[in-house]
């Protein structure tokens, strides 16, 4: 129906108060839920990332991160995060929405620039001036911090002094951030994320060239790469990653576990994969999909080395661990964070492998289809995240996760009647409820985004937010959306068919 229709339609029903209806346009696996039918010690919360909500990018000692450089030239869809949503000043009413949401958690990252601005050395007292804060007011309110150390900012002094993750250096500097987080925040956060989306950041950061720093090599990314090698440079930066993570959940185990009694993870993009048809080497070229997006990092976490399928199409490429590195990266991680959105469906593509020379995408030797560029919204599959929580518990001795993003993707016009966004949400929360129901160690699940950010993919033109940010107002104000008003109304205790209470603000936004 056309978008108009729809709109009109959807009022109405609101109107008439009977939000029962909606269901009309919902498939889900358990319709109707509450907040309840989940343990009481389950969190539900929201999420965003300090590039993409503070702005304030040069105020009081920040400096430069891979993700503004990035930004400024061109790659971040021609936008940046100098003023983003302004978060950097606006955090204290921010965390009133918050609030008011009923969020029992709330995810965000620190930025490394802004807490040490050379990089390594001196603390900077303004940053921590900021995050202490921010961290003391929402624990006022009642909202636990979930804390990611590392959310695709690198400080740009490390990549230009040795390459960033692409050098072993990397890894000291990474661990004594990080002593500086634990030291100065851990007696109130108690779950850490060492790296967001780890799979994603060296597939995009130096294979596509879509993510910072933005490295490829020809005829691979976008073929205008002038620095990077996408053959072998993934597995380099991956590597590297993993002894970070290791280092810092080890850091954390000797120096601050006793005292502070907290949680280390790591967080995976995590596409649920299908076979495109049933034919036997589609099935496998399935299994190879999850192998290089989650096996990659999980199998060396879990069982101290990779993948066989990976270090057998990666060849040379693909360092290698010590057998002391191997020991001492298996079972580095308390919890595993996942960010799910869609289904892909895998076919199985033999010909890449034959290929002279090869990058990591070649390497798995498949095509997918289910995404298209740009994103505009993703079908509601909430079987899919059933089935990513399935294969964990089987293939990974079913480790606590926490769903640290899942969310859906509309074009950021001013609507604040987001419906696509309510129908998605509340079929994979209901989705998750059946997972609990069938043994899944789930702990958590965070809508993304609190508001409206900048994207990495779509940057101010795709959004995910449950507030609508006011982009045209100097002020940069936030609006609930639809959404906004059916989490909350499911987070205050509301089943899920309950009706809404009825929207105070206006129906759609223009300024
Ligand atoms: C804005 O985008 C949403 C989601 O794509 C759509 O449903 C709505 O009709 C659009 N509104 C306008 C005014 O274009
Ligand atoms: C990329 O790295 C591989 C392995 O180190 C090397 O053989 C190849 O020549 C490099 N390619 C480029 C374009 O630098
Ligand atoms: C594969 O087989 C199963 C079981 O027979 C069937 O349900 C499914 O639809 C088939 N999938 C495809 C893509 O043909
Ligand atoms: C429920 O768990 C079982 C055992 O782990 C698994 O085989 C099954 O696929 C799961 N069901 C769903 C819908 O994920
Ligand atoms: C729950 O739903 C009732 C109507 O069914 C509504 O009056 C009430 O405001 C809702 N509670 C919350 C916290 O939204
Ligand atoms: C859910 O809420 C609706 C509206 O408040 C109510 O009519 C219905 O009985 C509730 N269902 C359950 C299972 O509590």
């Known amino acids: 129906m056309p978008n108009s229709v729809r709109l009109l339609a ?3 029903l609101l109107v008439i108060g009977n939000y029962d209806d909606m269901r009309f346009f919902v498939f889900c696996v358990v319709d ?3 907040r309840d039918d989940f343990p009481a010690e389950f969190v539900f919360g929201s999420g965003t990332s300090a590039y993409q909500v503070e702005g304030a990018v040069l105020e009081d000692g920040r400096s430069f991160s891979i993700w503004d450089t990035f930004a400024h030239s061109g790659l971040n869809y021609g936008v940046n995060g100098d003023i983003a949503c302004d978060g950097y000043h ?3 009413e921010d965390i009133e929405l918050m609030a008011d949401t009923g969020l029992e958690a709330y995810r965000f990252s620190i930025s490394w620039s802004r807490l040490i601005p050379d990089g390594r050395g001196s603390v900077n007292v303004k940053g921590l001036q900021f995050y202490n804060d921010f961290i003391d007011r929402l624990i006022a309110h009642g909202i636990q911090p979930h804390v990611t150390l590392n959310h695709l900012d690198l400080p740009q002094i490390l990549e230009d002094e040795y390459g960033g993750w692409l050098s072993r250096k990397s890894v000291k500097d990474f661990v004594s951030y990080v002593d500086v987080c634990f030291k100065e925040f851990g007696d109130r956060v108690l779950h850490w994320t060492t790296f967001n989306e780890a799979n ?3 597939l995009g950061g130096y294979d596509w060239a879509t993510s910072p720093p933005g490295r490829c090599s020809s005829p691979f990314g976008n073929n205008k790469c002038s620095r990077g090698n996408s053959t072998s440079e993934p597995y380099l930066a991956a590597h590297n990653l993993l002894l970070a993570h290791t280092s810092a959940v ?4 000797e120096k601050y576990k006793a005292m502070q009694q907290g949680f280390v993870g790591i967080n995976l993009l995590a596409f649920c994969f299908e076979p495109l048809t049933n034919k036997t080497e589609d099935v496998i070229a399935t299994q190879r999909a999850n192998d290089f997006y989650m096996g990659w990092f999980m199998n060396p976490l879990v069982n101290g080395d990779y993948p066989e399928i990976v270090k057998k199409n990666a060849g040379s490429r693909i360092p290698s661990f010590t057998k002391l590195e191997s020991e001492k990266m298996k079972g580095s991680f308390d919890f595993l964070g996942i960010n799910h959105y869609t289904t892909l469906y895998v076919k199985d593509n033999p010909g890449s492998l034959e290929m002279d020379t090869r990058d990591v995408t070649a390497d798995m030797a498949l095509t997918y289809s289910g ?3 740009p994103i505009t919204e993703f079908p509601v599959l909430p079987l899919g995240l059933e089935k990513v929580l399935s294969y964990l518990k089987k293939e990974y001795g079913n480790p606590p996760i926490y769903i640290h993003e899942n969310g859906q993707v509309q074009s950021c016009n001013g609507t604040l009647m987001d419906a696509p966004r309510v129908d998605y949400l509340h079929a994979y929360i209901g989705a998750l409820l059946d997972a609990l129901r069938n043994g899944s160690n789930t702990r958590g699940y965070f809508v993304w985004s609190f ?13 995910y937010g449950l507030y609508y940010v006011d982009r045209a107002d100097k002020e940069l104000t936030r609006y609930p959306k639809l959404s906004a008003h059916w989490y909350a109304n499911f987070l205050k205790g509301n089943n899920t068919s309950g009706i809404l209470p009825s929207l105070k603000a206006k129906d759609t ?3």
């Open 250 to 253: 080890r850091l954390y185990r």
């Open 32 to 34: 109707e839920y509450r």
């Open 371 to 373: 995404i298209e560029f």
């Open 200 to 202: 994603l950041f060296v």
């Open 90 to 92: 606006k955090y204290k």
């Open 10 to 12: 959807l009022s109405l």
């Open 509 to 511: 936004f223009s300024s």
């Open 451 to 463: 508001m409206d950010i900048l994207e990495l993919v779509g940057g101010y033109d795709y959004c």
